[in-house]
């Protein structure tokens, strides 16, 4: 018995890295897969059949069922017709995760309207493409699972203001839907992965792993932690029936690790009985709400704390499992 045993998926940018890992994890599980990938180059430039086809021919040479689809998830009917493929070949549509994605790098001062448009296109505006076209079946059908991927760039990465934008729009997108369609079953959740793929290659870390041992993160990461398949047993169980009850969280899957972000809230306020006039809120924020103000997380490593809490902060749950919880 597969943990999705009956279900029906559609990945999109499933050829490489993360989305071919979750794809064949569904496929694993029992899940029948719509492998979607238009086989673009990082940069979003280009087609190419293969990568789509490629993680076809291993779902089946391994007997699980899927069907490759090399549509744009940038493209609104395109999206539609992935949605249409899931229905028509395997009878319906329980799952939507959403991976592809490209990256056009650049400071905001020096970022043209193209590079912009392009990441905007292909990680917010293909959310919505295909969420939106899923949604209306699993309205229907009154249960279904919509997973996007965000990451932890969303968080301020200085270089990535496209990109980072995007991410941070999928967030929003994945609570509003999760707020939306709860009252039909559905659930949505977004991830903040990390794993050595071509994205890793392209970042100076990348480079500079490749200038000191020849070769590229990527080329290095299978059955290591940093390998890309890692992030998908999350995908899996919360594609399934077991993880109903979970709506409109954020986690991040980076190697062996699952983290859970907390739901933004409101730390500190300052309440007057009328309107602020400009020069008392100067006069108070010091001692009050800009009292030690943080920068965004992305600039000051956000996942790597995790690894320097000390031992004793650990829990140990189950043999070779530590859970580590922050003071709520
Ligand atoms: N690798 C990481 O550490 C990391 C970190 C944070 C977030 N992410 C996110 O995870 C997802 C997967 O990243 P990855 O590292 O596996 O990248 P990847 O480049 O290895 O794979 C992305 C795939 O998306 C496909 N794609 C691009 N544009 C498409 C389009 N318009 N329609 C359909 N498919 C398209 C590409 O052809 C490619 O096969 C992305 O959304 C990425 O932003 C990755």
């Avoid at 448009?117 to 076209?133: C, P, R, Y």
């Avoid at 990451?151 to 990465?157: D, E, I, P, R, V």
């Avoid at 991830?191 to 000191?212: H, L, V, Y």
């Avoid at 490593?301 to 004793?312: A, V």
Wanted: hydrophobic share 45%; glycine share 10%.
């Amino acid at each position: 018995m597969g943990m999705l045993d009956g279900k029906a998926a559609l990945v999109t940018g499933a050829g490489r890295g993360i989305g071919r890992g979750i794809a064949l994890a569904l496929a694993r599980a029992g899940a029948s897969v719509v492998v979607n990938d238009v086989g673009a180059a990082l940069s979003g430039e280009g087609t190419d059949s293969r990568p789509a086809s490629e993680v076809v021919r291993e779902i089946r040479a391994a007997g699980g069922t899927a069907v490759p689809n090399f549509g744009s998830v940038a493209d609104f009917a395109q999206g539609r017709q992935m949605v249409e493929q899931c229905v028509d070949e395997f009878g319906k549509i329980d799952i939507v995760c959403h991976v592809a994605g490209i990256l056009r790098d650049r400071m905001i001062f020096n970022m043209t309207e193209d590079e912009w448009d392009a990441v905007i296109a292909v990680h917010l505006k293909g959310a919505f493409n295909v969420i939106h076209h899923a949604s209306r079946r699993f309205r229907e059908q009154r249960s279904g699972r919509i997973i996007a991927m965000s990451s932890t760039s969303a968080l301020g990465a200085p270089g990535q203001p496209n990109y980072g934008a995007a991410k941070a729009g999928i967030l929003g997108l994945i609570w509003s839907c999760a707020n939306a369609l709860e009252r039909y079953g559905v659930t949505a959740n977004a991830i903040m992965p990390s794993a050595a793929t071509r994205m890793i290659d392209s970042t100076p870390r990348g480079k500079e792993i490749f200038e000191q041992t020849g070769r590229w993160p990527s080329e290095l990461a299978a059955g290591t932690e940093r390998d890309p398949e890692n992030v998908a047993p999350l995908i899996v169980f919360l594609a399934s029936d077991a993880a109903q009850y979970i709506n409109g969280q954020v986690f991040c899957a980076f190697g062996y690790q699952v983290a859970l972000l907390p739901q933004p809230r409101i730390v500190r306020v300052l309440r007057h009985r009328r309107r602020w006039e400009p020069e008392e809120l100067r006069d108070l924020f010091p001692t009050t709400l800009g009292r030690d103000l943080q920068p965004p997380p992305a600039a000051t490593g956000f996942t790597s704390r995790i690894q320097e809490l000390p031992d004793d902060a650990w829990q140990e749950i189950a043999p070779d499992i530590r859970f580590w919880a922050a003071r709520e």
